[in-house]
């Protein structure tokens, strides 16, 4: 009789176990409130992946260049593969937001560049205007974009970017 009791016991003290445990799970989950952005700003968020263009064309190999190489490493075109370092600037309102060139990754700096940027923003109208350069083979930016925006409290606005469409908001 004295194990039953000692089982029953255990199971209660089991129970409350868990029940205290799940009643801390849940206060954490509820109770402290916690907000990623304060009520008068907004985020913007940069985030894309890109290659810059080829630093050099394409060439012919010359003959000389040719005759230097065993037969089965001779190529008619030469095409390095190195690429162009790409240059972001972001303004708001006329002010910079964000500046940078990156350096293409690689062993022979031939990837592509990955830019991930994140500010706090005042909410209301603001001004954007984004300019990305690919290539140091040509004069100005190869990309622009000018948006204007509300921003609301709280709001993520996320920019990405692809060749095709440019920059485009989110």
């Given amino acids: 009789m004295a194990k039953s009791s000692t089982k029953f016991g255990q199971y209660i003290l089991q129970a409350l176990s868990y029940a205290v445990f799940m009643a801390v799970v849940w206060y954490f989950s509820v109770a402290p409130v916690y907000r990623h952005i304060d009520a008068d700003q907004a985020l913007v968020v940069i985030a894309f992946k890109h290659a810059g263009q080829l630093l050099e064309e394409c060439r012919e190999s010359t ?16 095409c390095p593969r190195e690429r162009s370092p790409i240059l972001l600037e972001v303004l708001m309102d006329g002010e910079v937001l964000f500046s940078q060139t990156e350096n293409p990754p690689g062993l022979y700096n031939d990837g592509s560049v990955s830019i991930y940027h994140s500010a706090r923003v005042p909410v209301g109208k603001h001004q954007f205007e984004l300019k990305l350069k690919d290539s140091v083979r040509s004069e100005g930016y190869s990309f622009t974009h000018n948006e204007e925006r509300l921003l609301e409290s709280a709001e993520i606005l996320v920019i990405n970017f692809n060749t095709e469409h440019g920059f485009v908001f989110k």
């Fill in 63 to 78: 003959a000389e260049e040719l005759a230097n190489l065993p037969a089965n490493m001779r190529k008619p075109m030469v």
